[in-house]
Protein backbone atom coordinates (compact mmCIF):
# COMPACT_ATOMS: atom_id res chain seq x y z
CA UNK A 1 0.00 0.00 0.00
CA UNK A 2 2.86 2.58 0.95
CA UNK A 3 4.40 1.41 -2.70
CA UNK A 4 1.46 2.63 -4.16
CA UNK A 5 1.19 5.71 -2.95
CA UNK A 6 4.97 6.41 -3.80
CA UNK A 7 3.70 5.68 -7.00
CA UNK A 8 0.71 7.64 -7.31
CA UNK A 9 2.72 10.63 -5.61
CA UNK A 10 4.86 10.15 -7.94
CA UNK A 11 2.97 10.45 -10.64
CA UNK A 12 1.14 13.68 -9.65
CA UNK A 13 4.37 15.44 -8.70
CA UNK A 14 5.61 14.55 -12.75
CA UNK A 15 2.05 15.69 -13.84
CA UNK A 16 2.19 19.13 -11.82
CA UNK A 17 5.58 19.64 -13.56
CA UNK A 18 5.02 18.77 -16.78
CA UNK A 19 1.59 21.66 -16.89
CA UNK A 20 4.41 23.93 -15.68
CA UNK A 21 6.67 23.43 -18.39
CA UNK A 22 5.07 22.76 -21.56
CA UNK A 23 7.20 25.80 -22.94
CA UNK A 24 10.49 23.69 -22.63
CA UNK A 25 8.89 21.74 -25.28
CA UNK A 26 8.25 24.04 -28.11
CA UNK A 27 10.70 24.69 -30.90
CA UNK A 28 12.77 27.80 -31.99
CA UNK A 29 10.87 30.42 -33.93
CA UNK A 30 12.30 34.01 -34.71
CA UNK A 31 11.10 36.45 -32.21
CA UNK A 32 7.70 38.80 -33.96
CA UNK A 33 7.68 41.43 -31.51
CA UNK A 34 10.86 43.21 -33.25
CA UNK A 35 9.79 44.25 -36.81
CA UNK A 36 13.29 43.60 -38.16
CA UNK A 37 13.24 39.97 -36.85
CA UNK A 38 9.44 39.40 -38.13
CA UNK A 39 10.14 40.61 -41.47
CA UNK A 40 12.59 37.44 -41.87
CA UNK A 41 11.13 35.11 -40.82
CA UNK A 42 8.28 36.12 -43.32
CA UNK A 43 10.95 35.99 -46.09
CA UNK A 44 12.01 32.53 -44.93
CA UNK A 45 8.42 31.47 -45.61
CA UNK A 46 8.70 32.94 -48.86
CA UNK A 47 10.50 31.00 -52.21
CA UNK A 48 14.12 32.15 -53.29
CA UNK A 49 13.60 34.44 -56.25
CA UNK A 50 15.56 32.29 -58.67
CA UNK A 51 16.89 35.21 -60.63
CA UNK A 52 17.88 37.34 -58.34
CA UNK A 53 21.78 37.86 -58.82
CA UNK A 54 22.90 36.48 -55.44
CA UNK A 55 21.12 32.90 -55.91
CA UNK A 56 22.78 32.13 -59.38
CA UNK A 57 24.76 29.42 -59.95
CA UNK A 58 28.99 30.48 -59.83
CA UNK A 59 28.82 28.89 -63.05
CA UNK A 60 26.71 31.22 -64.33
CA UNK A 61 28.36 34.36 -63.08
CA UNK A 62 32.17 32.96 -63.46
CA UNK A 63 32.05 31.62 -67.60
CA UNK A 64 36.16 32.18 -68.11
CA UNK A 65 36.90 28.19 -69.07
CA UNK A 66 40.02 28.65 -67.02
CA UNK A 67 38.55 30.47 -63.87
CA UNK A 68 36.20 27.84 -63.65
CA UNK A 69 38.90 25.11 -64.23
CA UNK A 70 40.50 27.19 -60.92
CA UNK A 71 37.79 27.35 -58.50
CA UNK A 72 36.48 23.83 -59.19
CA UNK A 73 40.52 22.64 -58.03
CA UNK A 74 40.52 25.03 -55.31
CA UNK A 75 37.28 24.00 -54.32
CA UNK A 76 38.51 20.29 -54.06
CA UNK A 77 41.93 21.03 -52.58
CA UNK A 78 41.55 24.35 -50.11
CA UNK A 79 42.84 23.53 -46.52
CA UNK A 80 39.99 25.47 -45.18
CA UNK A 81 37.10 24.65 -46.68
CA UNK A 82 38.29 20.97 -46.11
CA UNK A 83 38.26 21.75 -42.44
CA UNK A 84 35.18 23.66 -42.65
CA UNK A 85 33.78 20.19 -43.75
CA UNK A 86 35.73 18.41 -41.48
CA UNK A 87 33.78 20.51 -38.83
CA UNK A 88 30.71 19.86 -40.11
CA UNK A 89 31.72 15.71 -39.64
CA UNK A 90 31.91 16.44 -36.00
CA UNK A 91 28.59 18.68 -35.76
CA UNK A 92 27.00 15.39 -37.10
CA UNK A 93 28.70 12.91 -34.49
CA UNK A 94 27.64 15.11 -31.88
CA UNK A 95 24.04 14.81 -33.31
CA UNK A 96 24.04 11.01 -33.48
CA UNK A 97 25.27 11.17 -30.23
CA UNK A 98 22.52 13.37 -28.85
CA UNK A 99 19.80 10.99 -30.96
CA UNK A 100 21.17 7.85 -29.34
CA UNK A 101 20.73 9.38 -25.81
CA UNK A 102 16.63 8.44 -25.82
CA UNK A 103 18.09 4.82 -25.81
CA UNK A 104 18.73 2.93 -22.51
CA UNK A 105 22.74 2.56 -21.27
CA UNK A 106 23.36 -1.35 -21.24
CA UNK A 107 26.67 -2.39 -19.64
CA UNK A 108 27.88 -5.66 -19.17
CA UNK A 109 30.15 -6.05 -15.62
CA UNK A 110 31.13 -10.01 -15.27
CA UNK A 111 32.81 -10.54 -11.73
CA UNK A 112 33.98 -13.11 -9.80
CA UNK A 113 36.01 -13.73 -6.39
CA UNK A 114 37.29 -16.54 -3.93
CA UNK A 115 38.06 -17.32 -0.31
CA UNK A 116 39.59 -19.71 1.57
CA UNK A 117 38.98 -18.89 5.81
CA UNK A 118 41.75 -20.60 7.99
CA UNK A 119 39.44 -24.02 9.48
CA UNK A 120 40.50 -27.31 9.16
CA UNK A 121 39.40 -28.79 5.60
CA UNK A 122 38.25 -25.28 4.66
CA UNK A 123 38.77 -24.88 1.06
CA UNK A 124 38.62 -22.14 -1.59
CA UNK A 125 35.10 -21.12 -2.06
CA UNK A 126 34.27 -19.34 -5.18
CA UNK A 127 31.63 -16.43 -5.92
CA UNK A 128 30.83 -15.02 -8.96
CA UNK A 129 27.93 -13.10 -10.90
CA UNK A 130 27.28 -12.13 -14.32
CA UNK A 131 25.07 -8.96 -14.49
CA UNK A 132 23.76 -6.74 -17.49
CA UNK A 133 22.78 -3.61 -16.27
CA UNK A 134 19.98 -1.25 -18.21
CA UNK A 135 19.26 2.49 -16.91
CA UNK A 136 16.85 4.30 -18.95
CA UNK A 137 16.32 8.04 -18.24
CA UNK A 138 12.56 8.68 -19.52
CA UNK A 139 12.91 12.13 -21.38
CA UNK A 140 9.94 13.31 -19.36
CA UNK A 141 11.06 17.20 -19.64
CA UNK A 142 12.75 17.47 -22.74
CA UNK A 143 16.27 17.51 -21.37
CA UNK A 144 17.24 15.02 -24.31
CA UNK A 145 15.00 17.10 -26.47
CA UNK A 146 16.30 20.39 -26.17
CA UNK A 147 20.05 18.81 -26.38
CA UNK A 148 19.22 16.59 -29.28
CA UNK A 149 17.77 20.26 -31.06
CA UNK A 150 20.72 21.91 -29.74
CA UNK A 151 22.92 19.99 -31.85
CA UNK A 152 20.98 19.75 -34.55
CA UNK A 153 21.55 24.11 -34.59
CA UNK A 154 25.11 23.25 -34.39
CA UNK A 155 25.23 20.84 -37.22
CA UNK A 156 22.98 23.55 -39.58
CA UNK A 157 25.13 26.40 -37.95
CA UNK A 158 28.39 24.32 -39.31
CA UNK A 159 26.75 23.56 -42.94
CA UNK A 160 26.09 27.59 -43.01
CA UNK A 161 29.84 27.98 -42.51
CA UNK A 162 30.78 25.44 -44.66
CA UNK A 163 28.80 27.19 -47.41
CA UNK A 164 30.78 30.77 -46.05
CA UNK A 165 34.01 29.11 -46.66
CA UNK A 166 32.68 28.04 -50.32
CA UNK A 167 31.57 31.75 -51.14
CA UNK A 168 34.38 32.89 -49.76
CA UNK A 169 36.87 30.74 -51.81
CA UNK A 170 35.05 30.92 -55.28
CA UNK A 171 35.54 35.01 -54.62
CA UNK A 172 39.17 34.85 -53.78
CA UNK A 173 40.01 33.08 -56.51
CA UNK A 174 38.34 35.10 -58.79
CA UNK A 175 39.25 37.85 -57.24
CA UNK A 176 42.69 36.90 -57.88
CA UNK A 177 42.71 35.64 -61.09
CA UNK A 178 41.32 39.10 -62.04
CA UNK A 179 44.43 40.72 -60.34
CA UNK A 180 46.80 38.68 -62.02
CA UNK A 181 44.69 39.63 -65.46
CA UNK A 182 45.04 43.46 -64.73
CA UNK A 183 48.76 43.28 -63.35
CA UNK A 184 49.68 41.76 -66.86
CA UNK A 185 47.82 44.59 -68.60
CA UNK A 186 49.36 47.38 -66.45
CA UNK A 187 53.09 45.20 -67.26
CA UNK A 188 52.67 45.00 -70.53
CA UNK A 189 52.09 48.52 -70.93
CA UNK A 190 54.41 50.09 -68.87
CA UNK A 191 57.04 47.84 -70.79
CA UNK A 192 55.48 49.44 -74.13
CA UNK A 193 55.61 52.75 -72.87
CA UNK A 194 59.49 52.33 -71.43
CA UNK A 195 60.31 51.38 -75.11
CA UNK A 196 58.39 54.68 -76.28
CA UNK A 197 60.30 56.84 -73.71
CA UNK A 198 63.37 55.00 -74.48
CA UNK A 199 63.16 56.26 -78.06
CA UNK A 200 62.21 59.36 -77.00
CA UNK A 201 65.56 60.15 -74.83
CA UNK A 202 67.31 59.24 -78.19
CA UNK A 203 65.16 61.74 -79.99
CA UNK A 204 65.57 64.73 -77.22
CA UNK A 205 69.74 63.73 -77.67
CA UNK A 206 69.34 64.16 -81.22
CA UNK A 207 67.36 67.35 -80.72
CA UNK A 208 70.22 68.43 -78.19
CA UNK A 209 72.57 67.96 -81.41
CA UNK A 210 70.42 70.23 -83.24
CA UNK A 211 70.10 72.71 -80.91
CA UNK A 212 66.59 72.41 -80.59
CA UNK A 213 66.39 71.43 -76.79
CA UNK A 214 68.81 72.51 -73.87
CA UNK A 215 70.57 69.50 -71.83
CA UNK A 216 67.74 69.48 -69.43
CA UNK A 217 65.38 68.51 -71.48
CA UNK A 218 67.73 65.45 -72.29
CA UNK A 219 68.14 64.83 -68.81
CA UNK A 220 64.06 65.03 -67.78
CA UNK A 221 63.23 62.66 -70.83
CA UNK A 222 65.47 60.27 -69.14
CA UNK A 223 64.59 60.57 -65.23
CA UNK A 224 60.83 59.66 -66.62
CA UNK A 225 62.13 56.92 -68.54
CA UNK A 226 63.87 55.73 -65.31
CA UNK A 227 60.58 56.00 -63.41
CA UNK A 228 58.85 53.80 -65.24
CA UNK A 229 61.31 51.15 -65.14
CA UNK A 230 61.11 51.84 -61.48
CA UNK A 231 56.91 50.98 -61.42
CA UNK A 232 57.60 47.41 -64.08
CA UNK A 233 59.80 46.75 -60.67
CA UNK A 234 56.66 47.34 -58.57
CA UNK A 235 54.45 45.42 -60.95
CA UNK A 236 56.60 42.50 -61.46
CA UNK A 237 56.73 42.19 -57.50
CA UNK A 238 53.12 42.84 -57.15
CA UNK A 239 52.23 39.70 -59.67
CA UNK A 240 54.40 37.44 -58.12
CA UNK A 241 52.22 37.95 -55.01
CA UNK A 242 48.90 37.95 -56.82
CA UNK A 243 50.33 34.57 -58.34
CA UNK A 244 51.53 32.99 -54.90
CA UNK A 245 47.90 33.89 -53.58
CA UNK A 246 46.43 32.37 -56.47
CA UNK A 247 48.76 29.22 -55.32
CA UNK A 248 48.04 29.38 -51.82
CA UNK A 249 44.13 28.72 -52.46
CA UNK A 250 44.78 26.05 -54.54
CA UNK A 251 46.85 24.96 -52.21
CA UNK A 252 50.04 23.95 -54.24
CA UNK A 253 53.46 25.01 -54.30
CA UNK A 254 54.15 28.59 -55.39
CA UNK A 255 54.12 28.78 -59.54
CA UNK A 256 53.48 31.46 -62.40
CA UNK A 257 49.63 31.22 -63.61
CA UNK A 258 48.90 31.66 -67.36
CA UNK A 259 46.12 34.12 -67.14
CA UNK A 260 45.19 36.29 -70.16
CA UNK A 261 45.90 40.00 -69.61
CA UNK A 262 42.65 40.78 -71.23
CA UNK A 263 40.12 38.02 -69.29
CA UNK A 264 37.70 40.99 -67.78
CA UNK A 265 34.34 39.89 -65.69
CA UNK A 266 32.10 41.59 -67.80
CA UNK A 267 29.33 44.45 -66.97
CA UNK A 268 25.48 42.33 -65.64
CA UNK A 269 22.49 44.59 -65.33
CA UNK A 270 21.95 44.93 -61.74
CA UNK A 271 19.44 47.07 -61.16
CA UNK A 272 17.10 47.46 -58.06
CA UNK A 273 15.63 49.94 -55.63
CA UNK A 274 16.30 47.99 -52.60
CA UNK A 275 17.51 44.91 -50.64
CA UNK A 276 15.03 42.23 -50.39
CA UNK A 277 15.15 40.42 -47.50
CA UNK A 278 14.76 37.28 -48.91
CA UNK A 279 18.05 37.63 -50.52
CA UNK A 280 19.80 38.82 -47.26
CA UNK A 281 18.02 35.58 -46.12
CA UNK A 282 20.34 33.53 -48.03
CA UNK A 283 23.79 34.72 -46.87
CA UNK A 284 25.57 31.98 -44.53
CA UNK A 285 26.78 34.60 -41.87
CA UNK A 286 22.69 35.59 -41.66
CA UNK A 287 22.31 31.95 -41.25
CA UNK A 288 24.87 31.28 -38.76
CA UNK A 289 23.90 33.97 -36.25
CA UNK A 290 20.34 32.67 -37.02
CA UNK A 291 21.01 28.48 -35.72
CA UNK A 292 23.92 30.59 -32.76
CA UNK A 293 20.44 32.22 -31.32
CA UNK A 294 18.37 28.88 -31.44
CA UNK A 295 21.23 27.08 -29.90
CA UNK A 296 21.01 29.78 -27.66
CA UNK A 297 17.24 29.32 -26.93
CA UNK A 298 17.99 24.84 -26.56
CA UNK A 299 20.51 25.96 -23.99
CA UNK A 300 17.67 27.91 -22.12
CA UNK A 301 15.24 25.42 -22.43
CA UNK A 302 17.49 22.74 -21.05
CA UNK A 303 18.63 25.14 -18.11
CA UNK A 304 14.97 25.47 -17.40
CA UNK A 305 14.51 22.20 -17.45
CA UNK A 306 16.63 21.14 -14.81
CA UNK A 307 14.66 22.67 -12.45
CA UNK A 308 12.23 19.90 -12.76
CA UNK A 309 12.53 15.69 -12.18
CA UNK A 310 14.42 13.59 -13.48
CA UNK A 311 12.66 10.07 -14.02
CA UNK A 312 14.64 6.73 -14.28
CA UNK A 313 14.19 3.12 -14.65
CA UNK A 314 16.81 0.73 -14.21
CA UNK A 315 17.47 -3.26 -14.64
CA UNK A 316 19.60 -5.76 -13.58
CA UNK A 317 19.40 -9.47 -13.96
CA UNK A 318 22.00 -12.00 -15.28
CA UNK A 319 23.59 -15.19 -13.39
CA UNK A 320 24.95 -15.88 -9.98
CA UNK A 321 25.78 -18.55 -7.32
CA UNK A 322 25.71 -16.13 -4.44
CA UNK A 323 22.03 -15.75 -3.29
CA UNK A 324 22.32 -13.65 0.02
CA UNK A 325 24.98 -15.14 2.26
CA UNK A 326 24.40 -18.71 0.91
CA UNK A 327 26.35 -20.22 -2.34
CA UNK A 328 24.81 -21.84 -4.93
CA UNK A 329 26.23 -24.42 -7.54
CA UNK A 330 25.13 -24.20 -10.10
CA UNK A 331 24.34 -20.45 -9.93
CA UNK A 332 20.69 -19.19 -10.36
CA UNK A 333 19.35 -16.49 -12.47
CA UNK A 334 18.41 -13.24 -11.43
CA UNK A 335 16.56 -9.52 -12.41
CA UNK A 336 16.24 -6.57 -10.01
CA UNK A 337 13.86 -3.76 -11.05
CA UNK A 338 13.65 -0.10 -10.31
CA UNK A 339 12.25 3.29 -10.60
CA UNK A 340 13.92 6.51 -9.46
CA UNK A 341 12.79 9.84 -9.51
CA UNK A 342 15.10 12.40 -8.24
CA UNK A 343 13.51 16.43 -7.72
CA UNK A 344 16.12 18.76 -7.73
CA UNK A 345 15.47 21.08 -4.31
CA UNK A 346 18.54 22.88 -3.53
CA UNK A 347 21.65 22.78 -5.30
CA UNK A 348 23.38 26.18 -3.72
CA UNK A 349 21.99 28.46 -6.67
CA UNK A 350 23.63 26.23 -9.43
CA UNK A 351 20.63 25.89 -11.36
CA UNK A 352 19.25 29.36 -10.81
CA UNK A 353 22.49 30.96 -11.98
CA UNK A 354 22.80 28.83 -15.10
CA UNK A 355 18.94 30.07 -16.05
CA UNK A 356 19.93 33.77 -15.51
CA UNK A 357 23.48 33.22 -17.75
CA UNK A 358 21.28 31.20 -20.10
CA UNK A 359 18.92 33.93 -20.85
CA UNK A 360 21.41 36.78 -21.08
CA UNK A 361 23.07 34.55 -23.48
CA UNK A 362 20.01 34.20 -25.55
CA UNK A 363 19.15 37.68 -25.55
CA UNK A 364 23.12 38.25 -26.68
CA UNK A 365 22.77 35.93 -29.76
CA UNK A 366 19.47 38.13 -30.79
CA UNK A 367 20.88 41.22 -30.39
CA UNK A 368 24.20 39.65 -32.69
CA UNK A 369 21.63 38.51 -35.02
CA UNK A 370 20.30 41.99 -35.38
CA UNK A 371 23.27 43.36 -36.22
CA UNK A 372 24.41 40.53 -38.47
CA UNK A 373 21.22 41.20 -40.57
CA UNK A 374 21.85 45.32 -40.23
CA UNK A 375 25.17 44.78 -41.15
CA UNK A 376 24.33 42.50 -44.41
CA UNK A 377 21.99 45.41 -45.59
CA UNK A 378 24.77 47.86 -45.05
CA UNK A 379 27.05 46.18 -46.93
CA UNK A 380 25.04 44.71 -50.05
CA UNK A 381 24.16 48.62 -50.10
CA UNK A 382 27.50 50.02 -50.11
CA UNK A 383 28.76 47.56 -52.96
CA UNK A 384 25.73 48.21 -55.37
CA UNK A 385 26.37 52.23 -54.85
CA UNK A 386 30.16 51.17 -55.67
CA UNK A 387 29.33 49.45 -58.42
CA UNK A 388 27.36 51.45 -60.02
CA UNK A 389 29.74 54.25 -59.09
CA UNK A 390 32.86 52.55 -61.11
CA UNK A 391 30.42 52.26 -64.15
CA UNK A 392 30.54 55.96 -64.51
CA UNK A 393 34.31 55.82 -63.44
CA UNK A 394 34.97 53.79 -66.08
CA UNK A 395 33.57 55.66 -68.72
CA UNK A 396 34.87 58.79 -67.87
CA UNK A 397 38.21 57.43 -67.60
CA UNK A 398 37.82 56.15 -70.93
CA UNK A 399 36.75 59.65 -72.21
CA UNK A 400 39.56 61.04 -70.23
CA UNK A 401 42.52 58.52 -72.20
CA UNK A 402 40.76 58.92 -75.46
CA UNK A 403 41.43 62.57 -75.25
CA UNK A 404 45.17 62.09 -73.39
CA UNK A 405 45.85 60.40 -76.11
CA UNK A 406 45.21 63.21 -78.85
CA UNK A 407 47.24 65.61 -76.65
CA UNK A 408 50.06 63.51 -76.44
CA UNK A 409 50.38 62.90 -80.24
CA UNK A 410 49.57 66.11 -80.94
CA UNK A 411 51.88 67.63 -78.61
CA UNK A 412 54.77 65.06 -80.23
CA UNK A 413 53.99 66.18 -83.57
CA UNK A 414 54.22 70.17 -83.01
CA UNK A 415 57.68 69.23 -81.23
CA UNK A 416 59.16 67.34 -83.90
CA UNK A 417 58.09 69.87 -86.84
CA UNK A 418 56.48 73.42 -85.96
CA UNK A 419 58.59 73.93 -82.46
CA UNK A 420 55.80 75.77 -81.48
CA UNK A 421 55.81 73.83 -78.00
CA UNK A 422 58.56 72.56 -75.50
CA UNK A 423 59.77 69.56 -73.95
CA UNK A 424 57.88 69.95 -70.18
CA UNK A 425 54.25 69.65 -72.53
CA UNK A 426 55.65 67.13 -74.43
CA UNK A 427 56.47 65.13 -70.79
CA UNK A 428 53.49 66.02 -69.49
CA UNK A 429 51.33 64.83 -71.69
CA UNK A 430 53.31 61.22 -71.97
CA UNK A 431 53.21 61.24 -68.13
CA UNK A 432 49.52 62.26 -68.02
CA UNK A 433 48.36 59.75 -70.63
CA UNK A 434 50.01 56.95 -69.00
CA UNK A 435 48.77 57.60 -65.63
CA UNK A 436 45.27 57.65 -67.15
CA UNK A 437 45.49 54.59 -68.81
CA UNK A 438 46.48 52.87 -65.48
CA UNK A 439 43.76 54.40 -63.63
CA UNK A 440 41.49 53.23 -66.24
CA UNK A 441 42.95 49.29 -65.52
CA UNK A 442 42.76 49.93 -62.02
CA UNK A 443 39.24 50.97 -62.03
CA UNK A 444 38.32 47.88 -64.30
CA UNK A 445 39.98 45.53 -61.35
CA UNK A 446 38.01 47.14 -58.81
CA UNK A 447 34.46 46.93 -60.76
CA UNK A 448 35.45 43.15 -61.58
CA UNK A 449 36.15 42.76 -57.63
CA UNK A 450 33.19 44.54 -56.82
CA UNK A 451 31.31 42.48 -58.89
CA UNK A 452 32.47 39.44 -56.71
CA UNK A 453 32.07 40.93 -53.72
CA UNK A 454 28.26 41.97 -54.50
CA UNK A 455 27.84 38.77 -55.60
CA UNK A 456 29.22 37.04 -51.99
CA UNK A 457 27.32 39.73 -49.75
CA UNK A 458 24.01 38.72 -51.94
CA UNK A 459 24.82 34.78 -50.18
CA UNK A 460 26.06 33.65 -53.80
CA UNK A 461 28.64 31.05 -54.65
CA UNK A 462 26.28 27.68 -54.73
Not at 16 to 22: D, E, Q, T, V, Y
Not at 284 to 309: G, I, K, M, W
Not at 337 to 352: C, D, H, K, V, W
Not at 453 to 459: A, E, H, I, K, V
Request: aromatic residues 8%; contains cysteine.
Amino acid sequence: MKLKNIIVAAAALVLISSLSACHIYNKFEMPQDDPQTKEYAEALKSAPDSTAFGNLKWQQVFTDPVLVDLINRALTQNVDLDNARLNVEVAKANLLGAKLSYLPAVALNPNGAGAKYKVPGSEMTWTYQIPLAISWEIDVFAKTLNRKRAAQAALDMQLDYQQAVRSQIIGAVASCYYSIAVLESQLNLSRQTAEIWKQSVQTMRDFKEAGRVTEAAVVQSEAQYYQILAQITDLETGLDKANNSMSLLLNVQPQTWTISPDARLGNPQILRDGIPMRELAMRPDVRVAEQRLAAAYYATNSARANFYPSLTISSNGGFTNLLGSMISNPGKWFIQLAGQLSAPLFSRGANIANLKGAKAQQEQALNNFKYTLLSAATEVNDYLTAYSNLNRKQDLLKMQTEKLAQAADMTNLLLAYDGRTTYLEVLTAQSSLLSAQMSALNTELQRDQTIISLYQSLGGGR
